[in-house]
Structure formats: structure tokens, C-alpha cells
């Protein structure tokens, strides 16, 4: 019996150790697959002449407006305030040669979607960047947050149902078309004092995943993106640095892993910092320490409003 007990216990060390290695071998090769050899030239106007990006005057957006028209892609800017369209139109079709329309609407409304549908209709649609967002001015507890059920509506109204609203485009792609929700890493877990944000992420991250699944068969590509801190306006961060990127390297990074992950951080330090806070580190802590980090900040923001 003891040497039948010594075979199963060095039967299960081998299985396991087996499982491993092959599971490690599987995330290397898909990790080499992503972040080295990527899509290629799946995102080019080969899906269909225009790409529509939301919050495009700015930061992630603007950036992927840059890439896209590079690209060689015909530009529809959405965004909030005409001046800045003009200038990123105007830029885009110096540099790149490319035409491009712009619609300004405020998505914090719900009456805006006629207005888009009728400056997209008739155009063939290869690309849809759901981008427009905003988050919070400062960390703050719930019920501290000043004019609570305008903020409410405003962010649910930005980052929800800008994304929900995208349906009238599924009639403009041909047979393929390429959806990229910018949920965000807050989106991956609960971040206190800026939960109705994270909540906002997390619907954006589940309503892009269960969308890709039903319409995966007919050619059209949805993916969730969840980035971490990228310097940005939103995020006040001036200094880029590796783990905070400048926003088009992000995008840049981003676009190579359009096909290849449903769901994706986006860049290959971002993508370390998911596997850390997902597989790795249990959520209790992560949410304790998002709790720790946010109050620091929000101590901080209002020590220097005061002094002011
Ligand atoms: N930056 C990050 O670290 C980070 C991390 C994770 C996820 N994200 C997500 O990435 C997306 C872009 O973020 P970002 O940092 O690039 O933001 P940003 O620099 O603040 O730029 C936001 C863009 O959206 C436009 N916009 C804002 N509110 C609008 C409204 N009510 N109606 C129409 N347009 C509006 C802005 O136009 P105006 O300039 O005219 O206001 C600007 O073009 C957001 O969904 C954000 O949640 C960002």
C-alpha cells in the first residue's frame, strides 16, 4: 500500500507539474503572439473607408483619431467642443490626407444620438472607437460628492450610454467592423471613493464581452480595453513614465492586440499590472489598497483647495 501511495502522490507531482509547465508555455507563446508579433494590418481602411472615435479632441482619444487617420482611415471626431474638432480635423488632413467630418454634441445629454445618425448615415464604417469618459475631480466618498444626482447622471450618461448608443452603426459596416470600448482598469474591481466610476468601467468591460460573443460569427470584432493610468488631462500626470504612458504610445501599444484578446489592458506593463491585481494579489487587499491611495489623494486635493 505504501508504494501504491508513492506512485499516486508521484503521479499527481507529475500531472501537476506537467499542467504547469504547459500552462506557462501557453502564456508565453500567446503573450509572444500579442506583444511581439500582434495584428499586423487588420485596422487598416480595408474594413471600411471611416473611423469614428468619441472624446477625440483629447488624451486617448486624440491619439487614436492620430493613429487611425495614419492609418489611412477617413476621420469622424465626436467630441464636445467645436474649436478643438477644427483643430484636430484641420491637423489630420494636413498630415495625413485624409477627409474628415466632426459632430459636437455634449454626451452628458440623451438627445444627441438623432443628431450622430444622421451625420453618419451613409457612410461605410470600419472602425468605432467608444472613447468619451470622464471620471471624478477628486476621490470622494459617496455621499460627499457635491451636486450627487447631477454627477450621477452625467457619468452614467458619458461613459454608459455613449457605448449602449452605438447600434445604429451595425447597418454601416460591411462584412467586418472593429468595436473598442475604453472601459478602464478601475473597471476590473471595485476602486473606493471613485466607485461610480469603476461602476460605470465594469458595466462598459461586461457590456462589451457579452456583445463580442453574440456577435463574434458575424465578422464583427468587440473588445474591451482597460487601461491603467495613461498621462492624460483626466489624470493629471505630466511626467509619462513606462508605467504611465504618454497616450499614444498606449494607443500605439493597444492597436497591435485588436483580434488577438477580447479583453485587454492594452500595453504589455499595464497587462503585467492586471495579472498582478487579478491572479495574483486577493481582491480584499487591492480594494484596501485603492481605499488607502484614493484617501491620500483626496486628503492632499483638499488640503491644496483650502490653501488656495
Ligand atoms: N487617462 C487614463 O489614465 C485612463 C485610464 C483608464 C481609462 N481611461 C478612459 O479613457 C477614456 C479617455 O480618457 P482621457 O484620459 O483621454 O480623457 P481626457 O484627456 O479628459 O479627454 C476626454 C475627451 O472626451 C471629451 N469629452 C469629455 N466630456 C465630454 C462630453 N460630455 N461630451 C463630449 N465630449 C466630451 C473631451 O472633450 P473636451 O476637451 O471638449 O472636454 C476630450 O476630447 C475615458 O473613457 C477614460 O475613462 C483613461
Redesign the pocket.
Known sequence: TTEFGDSVLLWVGALTTASLALWILYRLLSGFRIWVMGNGDLLSPKLGKWAVV?????????SYAEELARRGFSMML????QE?LDDVAQSLERRYKVETKTVA????QVDIYPKIETALSGLEIGVLVN?????YPYPEFFLHIPDLDNFIN?MIN??ITSVCQFKPLFPHFRAKGVILN?????GMYPVPLLTV?SST?AFVDFFSRGLQAEYKSKGIIIQSV??????????K?RKPTLD?PT?DRYVAAELTTVGLQDQTNGYFPHAVMGWLTTVLVPINLVIYFGMRMNKAQRGGYLRRRKLR
Open positions: 468619441t472624446g477625440a479632441t483629447d488624451g486617448i482619444g486624440k465626436i467630441s464636445r467642443t478643438k454634441v455634449d454626451f452628458g472613447n468619451v469618459g470622464i471620471s452625467t458619458v461613459n475604453i472601459s478602464s482598469a478601475s466610476y468601467k482597460l487601461p491603467f493610468f495613461v498621462a492624460t488631462k483626466m489624470t500626470i504611465k497616450p
